[in-house]
């Protein structure tokens, strides 16, 4: 995972990687975004970043590798993911709006607390993803394989997960209004807790 380096401000949140500083003392966080998003564009391989509480509109990050990444309380808006893969890389309580994570494959990751409106996951393989506690309102999941991922707790609202292959794939107490499961193999995922 990413070196925990604190913040030298004392406030117990981790440094922005390259900085001394978490993103909420830095004196100017708008020029340490621009110098996150330089360097994920420049690198193929993007690992062990930290890049908590950063905002990030409008970039097109498809066909990268992240391994071992922390954007947790981060902000997406229009953002392109698009055939990147992803592994153990945290998304806790982000914000993304209108992003792509089209033909991606991603594996051990968290979207725990997170708010996805209008994001597409569709033709991904989406593994040991957690999206417990996640608002997920007008997003598309179509024909993916979603094995032993977590919406434990998520509020769903016009979710589409058609033809998903969603084995071991746990709803148990999540809110789901307009979500459709239309051809996925229902009877292979976990609605309710069984005694």
């Keep these: 995972m990413f070196s925990p380096i604190y913040c030298a401000a004392g406030c117990g949140r981790l440094a922005i990687t390259g900085s001394k500083l978490c993103a909420p003392h830095s004196a100017d966080v ?12 420049q690198e193929t391989d993007v690992r062990d970043m930290n890049a908590p509480y950063m905002r990030f509109e409008n970039e097109d990050f498809s066909g990268r590798r992240f391994y071992a990444c922390n954007f947790k309380n981060s902000f997406f808006s229009a953002c392109d993911f698009s055939n990147c893969s992803m592994q153990l890389t945290l998304f806790n309580f982000a914000d993304f709006y209108n992003c792509s994570f089209k033909q ?68 148990i107490m999540s809110q789901r209004k307009n979500v459709s499961f239309k051809t996925s193999n229902t009877g292979e995922a976990i609605f309710e807790i069984l005694e």
């Design 104 to 171: 991606t494959n991603l594996e051990f990751l968290s979207f725990a607390g997170a708010r996805l409106q209008q994001v597409c996951f569709e033709n991904s393989d989406l593994v040991n993803i957690n999206y417990g506690g996640a608002s997920i309102v007008n997003c598309s999941f179509n024909n993916s394989g979603m094995y032993n991922s977590r919406f434990i707790n998520a509020d769903m609202v016009c979710v589409s997960l058609v033809n998903c292959d969603i084995k071991r794939t746990n709803f």
């Design 30 to 41: 708008k020029a340490e975004e621009i110098r996150i998003c330089n360097l994920i564009k």
